[in-house]
């Protein structure tokens, strides 16, 4: 029996995701366990994490607000639960310096669109605005940059007709909840 990988999940939405992730972990599909799940806002999947007695915090980014002391403390709320593997899974907050020296090697992300195509927040409307016949997702390891990281595993999906930016999100991320449990099925921790 492999050793179970600690992960924290970091959400910003509904945290279908990490659902994916606490499902397969149910069913023995997965040698893991997400020791804690942290946010920027009240968010489902704090709700999602909550109602299994997953640890959570919260940790809002204001308007006007040192980004460098929120990025102090999220590592500091990040590095008390010692994780293995850092996901950030539909959080839609840039980390910093100092977040990614505590984790960089072992933060992932997960992005809707084919990387290097189609960064930042609103890949899905961009991949739409741009006329594109195939998108599909990503899972990187996190660098300074925006999406910009070494890319993991890819899949594609077909753009369909009458797509907008609802039905092709969710399509993406039927294909993305398995990508992201294969990266993680297939993590080693050292490397
Ligand atoms: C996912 O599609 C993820 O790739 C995206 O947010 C969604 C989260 O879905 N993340 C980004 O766009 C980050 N740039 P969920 O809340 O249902 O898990």
Redesign the pocket.
């Known amino acids: 029996m492999p050793e179970s990988l600690k992960c924290v999940v970091l959400?910003s939405?509904?945290?279908?995701?990490?659902q994916a992730l606490l499902d397969t972990i149910d069913t023995g599909g997965l040698a893991a366990t997400v020791v804690a799940v942290g946010a920027d806002r009240q968010a489902e999947?704090i709700t999602r994490a909550t109602s299994k007695g997953i640890p959570t915090f919260v940790l809002p980014l204001r308007k006007g607000q040192d980004r460098e002391l929120w990025d102090r403390d999220l590592a500091t709320a990040v590095a008390q639960f010692e994780p293995d593997l850092v996901i950030s899974?539909?959080f839609?907050k840039l980390v910093g310096t100092h977040f990614l020296t505590q984790f960089g090697g072992k933060f992932i992300?997960?992005?809707?669109a084919l990387l290097p195509s189609f960064p930042?927040?609103h890949?899905v409307r961009d991949a739409l605005e741009a006329g594109v016949k195939v998108t599909g997702?990503t899972v990187f390891a996190v660098d300074e940059g925006i999406?910009t990281g070494p890319i993991i595993a890819q899949e594609a999906v077909d753009v369909l007709p009458h797509d907008d930016e609802a039905t092709l999100?969710e399509r993406?991320?039927i294909v993305?909840r398995r990508l992201l449990v294969e990266v993680v099925k297939n993590w080693r921790k050292d490397g």
């Not at 939405?13 to 990490?18: E, K, S």
């Not at 992300?109 to 809707?112: A, D, F, G, R, W």
């Open positions: 959400i939405g509904t945290g279908t995701l990490l999947g899974a539909g839609m992300n997960t992005h809707p930042g927040a890949a997702c999406d999100h993406i991320k993305e």
